[in-house]
């Protein structure tokens, strides 16, 4: 009987582990990030305003689900020396996506660092949580992104990218 | 500092044992709601199994049942504080139903949330009415939201269901919920019923429908 309990825990936490975060066997969507220009803000507050192109590069329709406000929250960074900015929100609800063969989006991200890091210059990946839109999950999104954030083997990464300095920084007083 | 240990200790001391039902429904007006409870197990911010006890609000008289599917704060990282509602509606005498929302931050001045640019004045989108219908086919109205902003930021939102009978939409029932934060804990208000709503929600209430009735 401890051994039907025990094979069947076992069964049960494999299907669970793929069930939500287990992108890495659809390599259907492509994460690119440009850079767009850095602000330096009094208090050597650095912003650097890059957009996430988010790509389906199969030949069918895909769907995944993001939080309609905080986008944001669907992304993360490999270098803990930035984070991203975090934007006031009204209707802040999951929010389906669907993506045609090929079509590609873009998402505005602000990442924050202060100028000591951005100076000596760093390197970094951005990751996207891709939630299935059919998936049933009985919590509420954030929460299921948060958990898929700490499998990041799971997720789908930019390329590595030196932080773009930028022509000349725009001083914002 | 910020840390999520710590706001999930001063948060199970402040709303340990979960939920206590006579400080998050308050019965007003011509008590119209009748109220009941429904366990369910979530993990908490600290991935602890706990049970929660969700309030069912039972609209008698329109034969309409609210149910608080969740209603909890969490830290979002970041110096930020956020919180978890979301709204189920079961009930056959209306065929659709939806929502207008406003919301006051910090005690300012009413907007209509989702801006009536989005999607004049409804708080779901064809779209989001679609997906909610196939994620919860047993509710026959839902809604969520997940506000989030820096400590130091109160929410207070007003909330009216409107549903649709004989082809024109009007107002159901309205509820205010929120969340204030203070000292890097965030703490959920009570959900009332709002029987004196405020004139700019009772104005994006009367212009949604008028919207949609056209």
Redesign the interface.
């Known amino acids: 009987m401890k051994n039907l309990l025990f094979f069947s825990m076992i069964f049960i936490n494999s299907f669970s582990n793929i069930s939500k975060c287990d992108f890495n066997k659809l390599p259907i969507l492509s994460l690119n990030i440009v850079q767009k220009g850095s602000y330096i803000f009094p208090g050597e507050i650095n912003c650097i305003l890059v957009e996430a192109h988010l790509k389906n590069t199969s030949d069918s329709t895909i769907g995944f689900l993001v ?1 309609s406000c ?1 986008l944001y929250d669907s992304f993360v960074l490999d270098n803990d020396n930035f ?1 991203i900015l ?1 934007n ?9 996506i669907k993506l045609e063969p090929h079509q590609e989006i873009s998402i505005p991200l602000i990442l924050q660092t202060n100028n000591s890091v951005l100076i000596s210059s760093n390197t970094l990946k951005i990751g996207f949580i891709f939630i299935k ?1 059919d998936i ?1 999950i009985n ?5 299921t992104i948060n958990k898929c954030k700490l499998e990041s083997d799971k997720l789908v990464w930019s390329k590595s990218f030196s932080v773009y300095h930028g022509s000349e920084p725009i001083l914002l007083k | 500092m910020f840390s999520h240990k710590e706001f999930a200790d001063a948060w199970q001391e402040r709303f340990d044992p979960y939920y206590e039902m006579s400080t998050i429904c308050q019965e007003s007006g011509g008590s119209t709601y009748q109220q009941k409870t429904v366990p369910i197990r ?2 908490d911010i600290n991935g602890k199994l706990v049970t929660f006890l969700i309030p069912a609000l039972e609209f008698s008289n329109a034969k309409i049942q609210l149910i608080l599917h ?1 209603y909890r704060p ?1 830290a ?1 990282g ?1 110096q ?1 504080v956020g919180m ?1 509602f ?1 709204l189920g509606v079961k009930g056959s005498y209306y065929s659709e139903y939806n929502f207008v ?1 406003t ?1 006051s931050i910090n005690n300012g001045k009413p907007s209509c ?3 009536v640019s ?1 999607n004049d004045g409804f ?1 779901n989108d064809k ?2 009415t679609e ?1 909610w219908h196939k ?1 919860f086919p047993n509710y026959d109205g839902y ?8 400590i130091g930021f109160d929410k207070f939102y007003e909330l009216t269901l409107v549903g649709k009978v004989g082809g024109k939409w009007e107002a159901v029932t309205t509820l205010t919920w929120g969340y204030t934060s203070v000292n890097d804990v965030s703490s959920v208000l009570p959900i009332t019923q709002d029987i004196n709503p405020s004139p700019t929600h009772i104005k994006d209430v009367n212009d949604a429908l008028n919207f949609y009735n056209q």
């Open positions: 939080l905080s984070h975090h006031e929100c009204s209707r802040n609800t999951s929010y389906p839109d049933k919590e509420p999104l954030l929460e | 979530l993990k969740d969490f979002a970041y930020q978890y979301a929302q919301v949330d989702p801006p989005v708080y779209y989001l997906y994620k809604m969520e939201d997940t506000p989030q902003a820096g």
